[in-house]
């Protein structure tokens, strides 16, 4: 009994100090959110219920936490500006109509700015998505950046021509200038799934960052196309304590996914199942 105590204490210590390096060779990392829906109709994993969301929001505004945007981000970065404490980022990827109607007055209600990728080809053709009224609308307040998310969301890793991974890179780009007045210098890539050509064409079309999602924090590197966003969907429950797993938990969570993912792409799935990420 008293060698299983001594162990059991070596153990524990062990794992103490493990966490405690991992979190700490993460200490200068920054939290990039992303979410997909927001309504209180579709039950699905990539949405959340409004209640949810304005809880999130709620534990950011007043958990201590400073909500800052991708641009600021990277301008901290490269010794334009300096982050402040607790800083993470707010994205959204499409667009849908629940940004307008439902994200939207609930940013306002907590004052805390997001930045939404939109797929340009969808606005103003499909009912659930914005339209060109309504971000601007959003742009104008302060609140909201509108971003690239391509032209129409065909995954860059299914495009094998130059040309049209161009178009749809630049298309995209142009069509937010076009329409809103403003620089568009962002992009996120469809399903986060992207190529070494995706990287060097977003680079040269001349968006100044891009978005992946994972698990992660993103961090300072003279690489700034392939940022991390952690994503907050994936599960249909998105309780607040889940929330605050991801967003407090990514250092220990980042890693062990990429042994999932490894685990299964080896053809081991039954044991990537015992790997549980909230």
Do not use: C
Request: hydrophobic residues 40%.
């Amino acid at each position: 009994m008293k060698k299983l105590f001594i162990f059991l204490v070596i153990l524990i210590s062990a794992a103490g100090s493990f966490l405690t390096w991992l979190f700490q060779r993460e200490k200068d990392g920054v939290p990039i959110l992303t979410y997909h829906q927001v309504n209180d109709i579709d039950q699905n994993e990539s949405t959340l219920t409004v209640e949810q969301f304005d809880a999130q929001m709620k534990y950011l505004s007043e958990g201590g936490f400073n909500v800052i945007t991708p641009n600021e981000l990277l301008d901290a970065w490269e010794g334009n500006g300096t982050l402040p404490e607790n800083p993470v980022v707010i994205t959204f990827d499409d667009a849908h109509i629940d940004m307008y109607k439902n994200v939207f007055p609930i940013l306002q209600k907590y004052n805390l700015r997001a930045t939404f990728f939109l797929v340009t080809d969808f606005v103003n053709l499909y009912p659930n998505y914005i339209t060109w009224d309504q971000a601007r609308e959003m742009q104008a307040s302060g609140l909201v950046d509108i971003e690239s998310h391509t032209l129409n969301h065909k995954l860059l890793t299914e495009i094998y021509s130059r040309d049209k991974m161009w178009d749809q890179l630049y298309g995209s780009k142009q069509a937010i200038e076009w329409y809103l007045k403003k620089p568009a210098n962002l992009i996120a890539y469809p399903d986060g799934k992207y190529t070494v050509e995706a990287e060097d064409l977003s680079k040269e079309v001349g968006y100044r960052a891009a978005f992946v999602m994972g698990y992660g924090l993103s961090h300072q590197e003279p690489q700034h196309y392939v940022l991390t966003r952690i994503p907050i969907f994936g599960a249909n429950s998105h309780t607040l304590f889940r929330f605050k797993l991801r967003l407090n938990g990514a250092p220990l969570f980042a890693p062990l996914q990429r042994l999932k993912e490894r685990l299964i792409k080896d053809g081991n799935p039954e044991v990537a199942d015992f790997i549980w990420i909230p």
